[in-house]
């Protein structure tokens, strides 16, 4: 199984950019997907969840009301939707894939795979 996200660059305080994360695999199934980040120097943290079949999504505090998470189905693909960036939220944003269900998807342990990362940086 490998994911592979784009979409991470340079972007001004207050402006937006759009994470993909595309699945691919033989006899993949996909329980839910979910973005991480990691900012420098520090522990690589939750941002984002969204389940598969019932579109149910997860949002860390500090991104609620800035950030959206949505699913292709049909191309096994996540996107994060990030407006009103901010400084605090530059980091490398990985995107990650569990197959099963899980109790918690803020967790990174929860999760199975996960792609290579992707930097985005918010200059003030």
């Known amino acids: 199984v490998q994911l592979q996200a784009s979409g991470g660059g340079l972007v001004q305080a207050g402006g937006s950019l759009s994470l993909s994360c595309a699945a691919s695999?033989?006899?993949?199934?996909?329980?839910?997907m979910g973005w991480f980040r990691q900012p420098p120097g520090k522990e690589r943290e939750f941002v984002a969840s969204?389940?598969?079949?019932?579109?149910?999504?997860g949002f860390v505090d500090s991104v609620k009301g800035r950030f959206s998470i949505s699913r292709d189905s049909a191309k096994n693909t996540v996107y994060l939707q990030m407006n009103s960036l901010k400084p605090e939220d530059t980091a490398v944003y990985y995107c990650?894939?569990?197959?099963?269900?899980?109790?918690?998807?803020?967790?990174?342990?929860?999760?199975?795979?996960w792609g290579q990362g992707t930097l985005v940086t918010v200059s003030s």
């Open positions: 695999g033989r006899f993949f199934n996909i329980y839910a």
């Open positions: 990650a894939a569990v197959p099963l269900p899980k109790p918690d998807l803020r967790l990174p342990s929860m999760y199975d795979y």
């Open positions: 969204i389940s598969w079949s019932g579109g149910r999504t």
